[in-house]
């Protein structure tokens, strides 16, 4: 639980594989996926904390990903990356649910800044559910029974 | 733009603007106000004229009648003499004096009255001269008397020296004829006629059938002249003609002409034409005068106007102009602002590509430690970061030649070049990669296709971008065609490359020149080569168009001119 579960969407795939071993090194555990699809894919089979997508890219672009992810996984923190000079595409990700944006060309500390952050506030998201199962519990302890599913 | 150039066409163009509305301000109502002029100084003209004429035509027909009423009135007193005297007693002087004078009591126009017996002696005178004694036998006037017994002679140098006319009568007394002779003084008769004046210079005067004036005239002609205009008078018995004419002066005239019933003599009334038509000539001289008034200050009003309105027409087309130009400008700062855009994404990519390389080198340098071997795992995978920056460099090159050969508008090396030779030979260079994958290429190259004046080397960088793009439509087609065609229109030549290939969505096509703007994946395409294509063919003075189909295929057609000329070329 204590490191910080990744996966990197882009259609670069140079820029995922370097990635993914810089932040294996600094201790987090990264996935990639070379476009919307199989970021998805990922996401139904693995554990993932933060999302780092690239805005532009060839089939499902970034801005449809990220509602899909959003959608599936709301707890998921998503990062954009964004190469457009403009950042029209990464507030219309921020208005969709996104954390933050991230500019191209940036570099790992800057991303696993943002990446930090995003992780903290997913932590303090979990953290406040878990209290109010909790105390929903311990006030109803009988709910436990009627809603077991729910986890 | 050539700011002094417009200038002047815009000062042409205004211009011809004006003169075009002076002259439709100014034409319609010159035209109207010289008909309006024309037609009423014409029946002025005509109106004058038929007065003039009626009143010389009056004024002949008075006078003739007055002077005929004193001609016969006059006869008539001689006559009452002859009938109630006696031969015997008017030979006798005191009795013919008594006479004489209550004939002067009748008319004093009576100068003197005379008797003579049938052999033409004159036997009895009374009036200022002395004429007794003498034979008239052998005189005109005697002879005339004799046979007509009424006569009236016209006017004569005498024995008197002086001019006169007399009116003789003849008489019979015991079966012999006698002659009563009477003198008419011609200053009274002549005051008949001389004093009658119509305007400045109408005149009337009497000329005997000789053409010799029986009364002076006052425009010159003294009495017992032959008038030099004798000829050009009209005579019709018993009617007051009325002619004009010119006299001998050569000025014209216009006359009122009738003879009189009691002798031979004519009444002549004329009047200057000048002087007769002076209202007429006056009315024209304002008529003139107001249309050269009236005129200049329609003209100056119409002037200024038509300068008004020229003016603004002007200006609202240079402003149109203006328009224009800023809206290009606005065009080409929108391009600019997307071209900027695109470059941006397209390089920010193998940036950060770069930027990662760059912090995995750093890594592996934090690794080593002086003195310490280092592993070869890490000179590998240092040598692979080295090389993968080195790609994203050349990705990075190939984007900025990309935009600097869309940028830059070179000069068009303009030859004659025969298309049915050239297409074959860029269809050459493409055929072999069709045939890997299993493409076919039609060419359907028309007969009768002119050369053509343009650029080869940009034709064929057009025509091998076109042919590139519709080998990549097809590529997931089983059965890939490609269809070549060329034909004449005109002055120009249309080549068409079609494809049976996935075709392109009605919001792509929209896009589709605009500077990278690509469906490729990343590092496969530019997103400028169809815009590259854009600018040559618009460049050679053609034109570039696509239409497409979704699954089904594309045409692109390119639109040259046979002849290239300079006008056409967009440089700049």
């Not at chain 2, 001609?71 to 006798?92: A, H, T």
């Not at chain 2, 000025?251 to 034409?273: P, S």
């Not at chain 2, 996935?502 to 703007?517: H, M, R, T, W, Y």
Request: a neutral charge; aromatic letters at 8%; hydrophobic letters at 40%.
């Amino acid at each position: 639980m204590n490191s910080i579960r990744l996966l990197i969407v882009d259609d670069e795939e140079r820029f995922l594989s370097t990635t993914k071993i810089l932040m294996e090194k600094r201790g987090i555990k990264t996935l990639t996926a070379p476009g919307g699809a199989e970021a998805l894919q990922v996401l139904d089979e693995a554990r993932v904390d933060v999302v780092i997508l690239d805005v532009k890219m060839p089939g499902m672009d970034g801005v449809e990903t990220l509602k899909r992810i959003k959608r599936k996984y709301p707890l998921v923190e998503v990062i954009m990356l964004t190469g457009h000079a403009s950042v029209d595409s990464a507030v219309d990700g921020m208005k969709l649910g996104a954390f933050d944006y991230v500019m191209k060309p940036s570099d790992i500390p800057e991303i696993l800044e943002k990446m930090q952050k995003a992780y903290n506030k997913k932590q303090a998201m979990e953290e406040k559910i878990r209290k109010v199962k909790i105390e929903r519990i311990i006030s109803h302890p009988m709910a436990v029974f009627e809603k077991n599913g729910e986890g | 733009m050539n700011s002094t150039k417009t200038d002047r066409r815009g000062t042409k163009k205004f211009q011809r603007l004006r003169r075009i509305i002076l002259s439709r301000v100014l034409l319609a109502p010159f035209v109207i106000l010289m008909i309006v002029c024309g037609s009423l100084v014409y029946y002025f003209a005509i109106n004058l004229h038929a007065q003039v004429e009626s009143e010389l035509v009056r004024i002949a027909d008075d006078h003739r009648r007055l002077i005929d009423q004193f001609l016969s009135e006059r006869v008539e007193d001689l006559r009452f003499i002859e009938i109630s005297n006696q031969f015997e007693d008017m030979r006798r002087a005191e009795y013919l004096s008594e006479i004489f004078n209550k004939l002067q009591m009748t008319s004093p126009a009576f100068f003197d009255l005379g008797v003579f017996d049938k052999h033409g002696n004159h036997v009895a005178y009374d009036g200022p001269y002395d004429l007794e004694g003498k034979n008239y036998s052998a005189t005109k006037w005697f002879k005339a008397v004799f046979e007509k017994s009424v006569y009236i002679s016209d006017i004569f140098l005498g024995y008197r020296h002086a001019p006169h006319f007399i009116i003789a009568v003849k008489g019979i007394s015991s079966g012999n004829p006698w002659y009563l002779r009477a003198t008419i003084d011609t200053r009274f008769f002549n005051n008949l006629v001389e004093n009658i004046r119509v305007g400045k210079t109408g005149e009337a005067y009497l000329i005997n059938k000789d053409g010799v004036f029986q009364t002076r005239r006052r425009s010159g002609g003294a009495l017992m002249e032959k008038d030099p205009d004798a000829k050009i008078y009209r005579n019709v018995p018993d009617r007051i003609i009325s002619f004009s004419a010119a006299d001998f002066r050569d000025d014209k005239y216009l006359y009122a002409t009738g003879r009189l019933k009691m002798t031979e003599w004519m009444l002549v009334v004329r009047q200057n034409f000048t002087d007769a038509f002076t209202p007429l000539f006056r009315a024209i001289f304002v008529a003139v005068g107001l249309i050269f008034l009236g005129g200049a200050v329609v003209v100056v009003i119409a002037f200024f106007l038509a300068s008004g309105v020229a003016n603004k027409l002007a200006l609202a087309d240079v402003e149109k102009r203006e328009m224009g130009s800023q809206l290009i400008m606005a065009g080409k700062l929108a391009e600019v602002g997307e071209m900027s855009a695109g470059v941006a994404h397209e390089v920010n990519n193998p940036l950060q590509v770069m930027m990662s390389e760059m912090t995995m080198i750093k890594d592996l340098f934090g690794d080593c430690r002086p003195g310490e071997p280092i592993e070869k795992q890490t000179i590998d995978l240092m040598k692979d970061s080295v090389e993968q920056i080195g790609i994203q460099i050349n990705r990075c090159k190939q984007i900025t030649q990309g935009l600097l050969k869309f940028a830059r508008k070179s000069e068009a090396n303009v030859r004659n070049v025969a298309l049915p030779e050239l297409i074959p030979e860029v269809v050459a260079m493409v055929e072999h990669q069709a045939q890997l994958q299993n493409i076919t290429i039609t060419q359907d190259i028309g007969s009768g296709i002119p050369e053509i004046n343009t650029d080869p080397g940009q034709f064929q960088q057009v025509f091998l971008n076109l042919l590139n793009n519709a080998i990549y439509a097809v590529r997931d087609e089983k059965t890939g065609e490609i269809r070549i065609t060329a034909t004449a229109d005109k002055d120009f030549i249309l080549v068409t490359v079609a494809d049976n290939g996935c075709g392109i969505s009605p919001d792509q096509l929209e896009k589709i020149f605009v500077p990278f703007f690509t469906t490729k994946p990343v590092g496969k395409g530019t997103g400028l080569g169809l815009s590259t294509c854009y600018g040559i063919v618009e460049n050679l003075g053609g034109k570039i168009a696509v239409s497409s189909e979704l699954d089904a295929g594309t045409v692109f057609t390119i639109r040259l001119p046979v002849n290239l000329k300079a006008g056409d070329r967009n440089v700049g």
